[in-house]
């Protein structure tokens, strides 16, 4: 057999899990040493948990990445106690930790309407401070998407994920000859020679229209959304779900599973994916491999085998495709080190990013003081 090394690459960037803030706390305002007046207090940051929103959004739509909280308002004849300065709110997703630039925990956004504050604002002038403000804190804060895994077995009931995920690791989830074995996240753990971990979640199968929530639908894309990197997994002989619905090639189960990633947020077909073509043991596997390598070569021109509501807007690129045998063996550790390989892209993509994002914080900083 045949074993099929990278056939595309291409830029990721689309989809985030973190993302890197300056924020800062508003100054007080100015007390009222006649009067014996007092400030303002500044206002300050919070980190708010808001349904329907991406990180990736938060982004697009912050594209300076700067927050900060309102002055507090200065001591006066008409007011002596100067009105506090209006809060600044970032509105994230659930499912975020904020941490500090050196990792410290400042809080979790586990459901809508929790709230972190990340910069108090300052104290407005008072007989205590000779009726001087002070300045707000500041400081980077990171928002990370709580991940519940590297890597996410995406694929239609029976396509052999549970399977896979036992010939790569040490997990033991419910294996059948039917559909719908896993109804909750398996987590394994692929282990390297080095002692590096990856871990490995073998998500409940979906189904046509889970975009729209039927079957696991909701409860298996939002786990998707938090894994790292996308793990594909197709019978090389294509499957039906049931008597009445149709027969999916492999190639079809491909671009249908794309369609409704797709259709439950666009940005997940940006993630990062693999391709695995499971079940090399069976007859025919080689003749179906090779068209299936060829199909994902031009997807364009066979998309029109499909019917229109199963053809993706964007057809996703995958970093590798493996062609495995769960049930023998064969393929299983060119796929980990497939796996291993694509991560480890990833990570110094990432890193490469993070100091590029901090040198030019510094510089901004540097200019600021000019």
């Not at 206002?43 to 708010?48: A, I, K, R, S």
Request: charged residues 20%.
């Amino acid at each position: 057999m045949v074993q099929l090394s990278r056939i595309c690459f291409r830029k990721y960037g689309n989809f985030i899990d973190n993302l890197r803030l300056y924020v800062h706390g508003g100054s007080g305002g100015m007390g009222l040493p006649r009067l014996g007046g007092q400030g303002g207090n500044g206002g300050d940051v919070w980190v708010v948990a808001a349904k329907n929103l991406t990180l990736k959004r938060v982004k697009d739509k912050y594209p300076n990445k700067r927050f900060a909280g309102g002055v507090g308002a200065n001591s006066s004849i008409r007011s002596l106690k100067g009105e506090k300065g209006n809060d600044q709110e970032i509105f994230a997703p659930v499912g975020i930790t904020v941490t500090t630039d050196d990792g410290r925990v400042l809080g979790n956004l586990n459901a809508e309407g929790d709230r972190v504050m990340v910069a108090k604002g300052g104290h407005g002038g008072s007989f205590y401070s000779a009726f001087k403000p002070s300045k707000g804190k500041f400081r980077h804060i990171r928002l990370d998407l709580k991940l519940i895994a590297d890597l996410g077995l995406v694929g239609f009931p029976n396509a052999g994920k549970s399977s896979l995920l036992t010939a790569m690791s040490n997990a033991t989830p419910q294996i059948a000859s039917y559909a719908f074995t896993t109804l909750k996240p398996e987590i394994g753990k692929l282990m390297y020679s080095d002692h590096k971990q990856i871990s490995v979640a073998d998500l409940p199968g979906l189904i046509e229209g889970a975009h729209i929530n039927k079957g696991m639908g909701h409860k298996f894309l939002k786990h998707v959304e938090r894994t790292k990197q996308l793990l594909f997994v197709v019978d090389v002989c294509g499957f039906q779900l049931a008597s009445k619905t149709p027969f999916r090639s492999a190639f079809g189960a491909v671009q249908l599973l794309t369609k409704e990633l797709e259709l439950y947020n666009e940005e997940l077909v940006s993630k990062p994916a693999l391709l695995v073509v499971n079940k090399m043991d069976l007859p025919d596997a080689e003749d179906n491999l090779a068209q299936l390598q060829e199909q994902l070569q031009n997807p364009e021109k066979f998309s029109g085998l499909l019917p229109d509501n199963m053809i993706p807007k964007n057809h996703m690129t995958f970093r590798h495709v493996v062609p495995v045998s769960a049930s023998t063996g064969f393929g299983i550790d060119h796929l980990k080190s497939c796996i291993r390989k694509s991560l480890d892209e990833a990570e110094a993509t990432a890193t490469k990013a993070i100091h590029q994002d901090r040198l030019q914080a510094l510089r901004y900083q540097s200019q600021e003081h000019l």
